[in-house]
């Protein structure tokens, strides 16, 4: 995620390599799983997996992400004229009246709808690419439709997710803050606590969709010499 903060730094063109690059990463930290699951020793060169399997097919479907999502930001303009596309693309500050009016509400709800198909698509496509050898048209097919046949599964997988990942530091934050009352403190243990949350968290969540890979699909086959 340094990397990617890094790259990010570069106007306009290092944000699109950014998102472009996302299903390379992302089959790196399968590798990492796959390698963690044999009880191999984790290495350095293995953060550039991704770079040497099926690439160019990789590159393909990190475009379609970034034209999916681009999109579908797009069309929540309708719901509050460009607020929330503008703040997630450029940075640019929410109006206090978008924000009470529910406009703002509304156009993330809508985008939530709209991103629930794409991500279903591109769950498991980066890793078919990859490991299966999969063009990228047939790899969002397969994971479009395998994560349509698990969708309570998926159900279940999303609410846990939630819970753990905003109502469990939610609850913490305001405890704390009921505890700490009156104390300058809590202005350094929050923050505190909440990167030391997600710094366990983010890992955690990358090698569950390890699991779904490997309960959803039939364990890969080796990697060639």
């Not at 790899?139 to 609410?159: D, E, H, I, K, P």
Request: overall charge positive.
């Amino acid at each position: 995620w340094v990397l990617m903060g890094v790259l990010g730094l570069v106007p306009y063109a290092g944000s699109v390599a950014a998102i472009v690059l996302i299903p390379v990463f992302s089959v790196s930290f399968m590798h990492m799983c796959r390698e963690l699951d044999a009880r191999r020793a984790l290495e350095f060169a293995h953060l550039f997996a991704g770079f040497h399997v099926n690439l160019p097919t990789l590159l393909m479907l990190g475009g379609v992400y970034l034209v999916a999502t681009t999109s579908l930001l797009a069309l929540t303009q309708f719901a509050d004229g460009g607020h929330l596309m503008r703040w997630i693309m450029f940075g640019t500050p929410i109006p206090h009246p978008a924000l009470k009016d529910g406009s703002v509400m509304r156009a993330a709800l809508l985008g939530m709808a709209l991103y629930a198909p794409v991500l279903a698509a591109f769950w498991f496509a980066p890793v078919l690419a990859a490991w299966n050898r999969m063009s990228a048209t047939k790899a969002l097919f397969y994971s479009f439709f395998a994560t349509l046949a698990n969708w309570r599964a998926f159900l279940v997988y999303g609410m846990v997710i939630l819970g753990v990942g905003t109502i469990v530091p939610g609850f913490v934050i305001a405890f704390l803050g009921a505890l700490m009352r009156g104390s300058t403190a809590i202005v350094t243990v929050v923050p505190t606590l909440i990167v030391m949350f997600f710094i366990a968290l983010v890992p955690s969540l990358f090698a569950s969709f390890y699991a779904s890979y490997r309960d959803v699909f039939p364990p890969p086959a080796p990697e060639p010499p």
